[in-house]
């Protein structure tokens, strides 16, 4: 065990540390600290403030030479033994590594369970993943799931981790000090009752890395159905009524196979929609209205609307005389329909349409209006094998009955 000190206001005040952490100070250090400026975090670092809170409370230190690293990498043990002491979750002392006792209360409260990683020094010392971090969080605002790819999603949509770009959520990533401080003290205010803003292009990341779709997160408006729907299904939401294991298709006789590697929705309205280069150029596309004689129909005008990207495409096709020898994927999108279906043949899009560049179904995409269809049928993802007749089949990786 090392000591380090932190210098506040001339005055050299210990705290103890373990090799590298951030240390819990006494009564008196939290009021000193509570205005304390590290040489290297200047008062608009974006963790200015949660470093200054944290430090306030007690959890965190800096160190002897009044810096506070905030881009230095955090360890498992180490941001479990700060989430400890913040929520003030009740230590006994223990035999063996200094973070046992940390490490025994996290798990009495269910932070960790031994599943995460191996119970041991080398799975303590490990540098904490931003995806650990999340699982850590979303469990101490109560979240739970026995999805483990799911806790970035519930730890974004709660608010309590942001993208490190936009809508780059960095799983794999590092944890920093100054992350980890952001994130505990974003913990206890939700844990108060607090709403805290969110980063919507994370979530939206986060739910395509989970479920393969970001459906939800993008359009939520559209995607909507009775409660009794999800819940009758043995749901706890209406996003989890997507069902990732039909977004691969294979035909009865096993000649064709294609999969659907995630469904994109991009906000045309968003000009910082993260998913926009999917279907760049955007002055190139065009949406389809049944008449196959009309080209004119530009997607770039219809702003007020959603595009469906369906990335993915053939896996393997052993027999391109049976099956469309194209790459891309055969799809089909119901229950956002035309209420007027001569409007639609004049070019106004109110209806689910397919969009294109040269020619129809060279872009694996649809388009949506936003306001102006009717439903008449239940919504519906469909993915079908390229073929009609007896060789035709389809897999549905989602079925609302909407509102209709």
Same mark, same amino acid.
């Given at each position: 065990?090392?000591?380090?000190?932190?210098?506040?206001?001339?005055?050299?005040?210990?705290?103890?540390?373990?090799?590298?952490?951030?240390?819990? %100070?006494?009564?008196?250090?939290?009021?000193?600290?509570?205005?304390?400026?590290?040489?290297?975090?200047?008062?608009?670092?974006?963790?200015?403030?949660?470093?200054?809170?944290?430090?306030?409370?007690?959890?965190?230190?800096?160190?002897?030479?009044?810096?506070?690293?905030?881009?230095?990498?955090?360890?498992?043990?180490?941001?479990?033994?700060?989430?400890?002491?913040?929520?003030?979750?009740?230590?006994?002392?223990?035999?063996?590594?200094?973070?046992?006792?940390?490490?025994?209360?996290?798990?009495?409260?269910?932070?960790?369970?031994?599943?995460?990683?191996?119970?041991?020094?080398?799975?303590?010392?490990?540098?904490?993943?931003?995806?650990?971090?999340?699982?850590?969080?979303?469990?101490?605002?109560?979240? %739970?799931?026995?999805?483990?790819?799911?806790?970035?999603?519930?730890?974004?949509?709660?608010?309590?981790?942001?993208?490190?770009?936009?809508?780059?959520?960095?799983?794999?990533?590092?944890?920093?000090?100054?992350?980890?401080?952001?994130? $505990?003290?974003?913990?206890?205010?939700?844990?108060?009752?607090?709403?805290?803003?969110?980063?919507?292009?994370?979530?939206?990341?986060?739910?395509?890395?989970?479920?393969?779709?970001?459906?939800?997160?993008?359009?939520?408006?559209?995607?909507?159905?009775?409660?009794?729907?999800?819940?009758?299904?043995?749901?706890?939401?209406?996003?989890?009524?997507?069902?990732?294991?039909?977004? %691969? $298709?294979?035909?009865?006789?096993?000649?064709?196979?294609?999969?659907?590697?995630?469904?994109?929705?991009?906000?045309?309205?968003?000009?910082?929609?993260?998913?926009?280069?999917?279907?760049?150029?955007?002055?190139?596309?065009?949406?389809?209205?049944?008449?196959?004689?009309?080209?004119?129909?530009?997607?770039?005008?219809?702003?007020?609307?959603?595009?469906?990207?369906?990335?993915?495409?053939?896996?393997?096709?052993?027999? %391109?005389?049976?099956?469309?020898?194209?790459?891309?994927?055969?799809?089909?999108?119901?229950?956002?329909?035309?209420?007027?279906?001569?409007?639609?043949?004049?070019?106004?899009?109110?209806?689910?349409?397919?969009?294109?560049?040269?020619?129809?179904?060279?872009?694996?995409?649809?388009?949506?209006?936003?306001?102006?269809?009717?439903?008449?049928?239940?919504?519906?993802?469909?993915?079908?094998?390229?073929?009609?007749?007896?060789?035709?089949?389809?897999?549905?990786?989602?079925?609302?009955?909407? $509102?209709?």
């Amino acid at each position: 065990m090392k000591k380090y000190f932190t210098k506040i206001a001339g005055i050299a005040l210990a705290a103890v540390l373990m090799a590298g952490t951030m240390g819990i %100070t006494s009564a008196n250090v939290q009021a000193a600290t509570a205005t304390t400026q590290f040489s290297d975090v200047e008062s608009t670092h974006w963790g200015a403030s949660a470093i200054t809170k944290g430090v306030s409370k007690g959890y965190v230190d800096g160190y002897m030479n009044g810096t506070f690293k905030p881009d230095a990498s955090v360890t498992r043990a180490e941001f479990v033994k700060m989430v400890v002491s913040a929520m003030g979750l009740e230590i006994t002392p223990a035999n063996g590594k200094w973070y046992t006792e940390y490490v025994d209360a996290a798990s009495k409260a269910d932070l960790y369970v031994s599943t995460d990683f191996n119970d041991s020094e080398v799975g303590w010392t490990k540098v904490m993943t931003r995806e650990e971090m999340a699982r850590v969080a979303a469990r101490a605002i109560g979240e %739970t799931t026995k999805e483990d790819d799911k806790w970035m999603y519930l730890a974004t949509k709660a608010g309590l981790i942001k993208g490190v770009g936009i809508g780059q959520i960095a799983p794999k990533g590092l944890t920093t000090r100054a992350q980890a401080i952001v994130v $505990i003290e974003r913990i206890l205010s939700k844990n108060t009752g607090a709403s805290l803003d969110f980063d919507k292009y994370a979530i939206g990341n986060a739910e395509i890395a989970w479920h393969g779709t970001n459906i939800f997160t993008v359009m939520p408006e559209m995607w909507v159905t009775p409660e009794s729907d999800w819940k009758q299904a043995g749901k706890s939401s209406v996003e989890e009524m997507w069902n990732e294991k039909l977004m %691969t $298709i294979t035909s009865k006789d096993g000649l064709y196979q294609g999969k659907l590697e995630a469904l994109i929705a991009i906000d045309l309205a968003d000009p910082n929609d993260p998913n926009l280069g999917l279907i760049a150029p955007m002055n190139t596309l065009k949406w389809f209205n049944n008449k196959p004689d009309v080209r004119n129909l530009m997607v770039k005008d219809q702003k007020n609307s959603y595009v469906l990207y369906f990335s993915g495409g053939t896996v393997f096709n052993k027999d %391109t005389k049976k099956y469309n020898p194209s790459k891309n994927l055969q799809f089909r999108v119901d229950g956002f329909n035309s209420a007027d279906a001569n409007a639609h043949a004049k070019g106004v899009l109110n209806t689910t349409s397919y969009v294109f560049r040269n020619s129809l179904f060279d872009t694996p995409a649809v388009i949506i209006p936003k306001t102006g269809t009717v439903q008449q049928s239940d919504l519906v993802i469909r993915l079908q094998t390229p073929a009609g007749g007896s060789l035709f089949s389809e897999s549905i990786p989602l079925r609302l009955k909407g $509102i209709q």
